[in-house]
């Protein structure tokens, strides 16, 4: 089966300005993940869908980020403005259903550095 | 909150050496329990996982974890190391009853031929 895709896979950008990652899951994955992995540490939940419908973003920053995932299948994370500290790779993730038995299924990441 | 916690940053052996990784967690309750494996230039994947039953689970490759409730840890353990299993682990806690697994800091492994 293909893979969680996502786009790009490197971004560089200064401090206040925006940008945004894009996130495609397996198919048929109702749930996706957004994650930021800052260097030296695990990956940190952002947010997480089941389908189109938002389960937990407690820990979103949502003064600077935003995400959707519209129809349910591919997703966007956006930053806007980004700070210095926003540098880490993105990591987005899906699992087959919301529940206790569904591994995570993660994509490469999108790093981004914040200068 | 939960917490994950994994005591070894950096890890660094030679083939054939035997290798344990310690995860431990902060929870009292019913939890499952997962090791995520990162090679170089590839993404997260599964290694093994523990719901249920016997508390000694067999992954890919040859690992295996043990998970033992009175000392809240799920250690990873593979008796002869390879150059290949050179990556980054990382060990992850979903309480039961929540859908978010959390993440340790990850256990970076060095394996010299």
């Known amino acids: 089966e293909a893979g969680v895709a996502q786009s790009p896979r490197y971004k560089i950008i200064e401090k206040r300005q925006s940008v945004a990652f894009w996130c495609n899951p397996i198919?048929?994955?109702?749930?996706l993940y957004w994650y930021q992995q800052i260097l030296g540490q695990g990956p940190k939940l952002l947010i997480q869908?089941?389908?189109?419908?938002?389960?937990?973003d407690s820990q979103l920053p949502k003064d600077r980020f935003s995400a959707e995932r519209l129809k349910g299948v591919d997703s966007t994370l956006k930053i806007q403005p980004a700070k210095l500290e926003d540098s880490a790779v993105y990591l987005c993730?899906?699992?087959?259903?919301?529940?206790?038995?569904?591994?995570?299924?993660f994509g490469n990441g999108t790093r981004l550095t914040v200068t | 909150a939960q917490s994950v916690s994994q005591h070894n940053h950096h890890v660094i052996l030679s083939e054939a050496a035997s290798l344990e990784l310690g995860c431990n967690y902060s929870?009292?309750?019913?939890?499952?329990l997962f090791w995520y494996v990162q090679y170089p230039g590839q993404h997260l994947q599964l290694l093994l996982k523990?719901?249920?039953?016997?508390?000694l689970v067999k992954g890919i490759k040859g690992f295996e974890a043990e998970f033992i409730k009175s000392k809240f840890s799920f250690n990873l353990r593979k008796p002869s190391v390879q150059w290949s299993d050179t990556a980054e682990y990382f060990c992850?806690?979903?309480?039961?009853?929540?859908?978010?697994?959390?993440f340790g800091r990850g256990t970076s492994l060095i394996v010299h031929p």
């Open positions: 198919s048929g994955h109702a749930t």
């Open positions: 993730a899906s699992s087959i259903q919301l529940g206790q038995n569904s591994p995570l299924h």
């Open positions: 992850a806690v979903q309480l039961g009853g929540s859908y978010i697994p959390t």
């Open positions: 869908f089941q389908n189109n419908g938002v389960v937990d």
């Open positions: 523990y719901f249920s039953g016997d508390p």
């Open positions: 929870y009292g309750g019913t939890v499952n």
